[in-house]
């Protein structure tokens, strides 16, 4: 019941919004995905594909080959952390944990771990600007931190001069913050100073009915290679698709 409260208000917020700019999405390409890999950060580095999963007992970072989408290099995570967002910057890679207040950095490269940082707050989505990071934890703020997780300024993420919470992965996108919203299938662009939703994306149906199960979850996980190209999927999703944007009427 409570989900379903936090969905409803989801909703209703998305709804009321008058200036915002709707899209759908068309698919592009469809790829194989894990459907055992509860998707928390998805994005390309030097166009490889990266991939960070949740779960106690199944949390990992993954280096992903697209077209077949094959492991190519893992990390696997102790069963007391649950992984969540993740990005690289300058030669790092920066992984959120949901709820042990810690945050993790290894070489980007060679994937070896370097250190940990305590983390005040829930892990949910992680990006770069290529200078500072953005995280979310689930509110309608999105924090940007410096490489050593010091907090720099707060975001507040509003549609229509109302919160919208349950922001969640996170993606940059040519100045912009691209944010699955959980439990929806809608995508939000954010503007970073004002924190206004300019944007929103429909990807309702992207999975086909028939290739959701029991296991399958929300739709998370946004990457945009150097080509521009978006790439999209969900938890436990069998496909990772490329898509496009087309103006909703």
Known sequence: MRRL???????????????????????????PHDN????????????????????YGESSFRKVELSTGRVLEQIDFSRKYFIEGSCMLDGKLYLLTWTNNMAFVYDAETLKYERTWSYPREGWG??????????????????VLSKDFKLQRTIFVKLEGRNLRYINE???????????VYTTEMI???????????SRIDCTGLLPKNLRTPDTDVLNGIAVNSKGEIFLTGKNWPKLYQVKLTKSH
């Open 5 to 31: 409260l936090f969905l409803i208000a989801v909703l209703q917020c998305i709804s009321c919004s008058g200036g915002v700019r709707d899209y759908k999405i068309s698919v592009v390409a469809s790829y």
């Open 36 to 55: 055992k890999a509860y998707t928390q950060g998805l994005f390309f580095y030097n166009d490889v594909l990266y991939e960070s999963t949740g779960g």
């Open 126 to 143: 992680l990006t770069t600007d290529g200078t500072l990071l953005y995280a979310s934890d689930g509110s309608n703020k999105i924090y």
């Open 170 to 180: 996170l993606e940059w996108v040519d100045g912009k913050i691209w944010a699955n």
């Open 188 to 198: 939000v662009v954010i503007n970073p100073e004002s924190g206004e939703v300019e």
